[in-house]
């Protein structure tokens, strides 16, 4: 399964990522592919650990 999230990042967020100097394959935008393929019973648990990254994400980065 493919993943091309729509995600708007914090200012402070984009800062840390341009002080990282990232490679971008389209300039001026931010975004990330995510291929998943767990089995059927092991999504629940996938989805609660990407929640739990975005929450930390935010609380360190949320503007």
Same mark, same amino acid.
């Given at each position: 399964?493919?993943? +091309?999230? *729509?995600?708007? @990042? =914090? %200012?402070?967020?984009?800062?840390? &990522?341009?002080?990282?100097?990232?490679?971008? /394959?389209?300039?001026?935008?931010?975004? +990330?592919? *995510?291929?998943? @393929? =767990? %089995?059927?019973?092991?999504?629940? &648990?996938?989805?609660?650990?990407?929640?739990? /990254?975005?929450?930390?994400?935010?609380?360190?980065?949320?503007?």
């Amino acid at each position: 399964m493919y993943l +091309f999230p *729509c995600i708007n @990042l =914090p %200012q402070k967020a984009i800062a840390a &990522a341009e002080a990282a100097k990232p490679r971008r /394959f389209v300039p001026g935008t931010w975004h +990330f592919r *995510c291929t998943i @393929l =767990p %089995q059927e019973d092991k999504i629940p &648990a996938i989805v609660n650990r990407l929640t739990e /990254f975005h929450e930390s994400f935010m609380d360190e980065f949320r503007n």
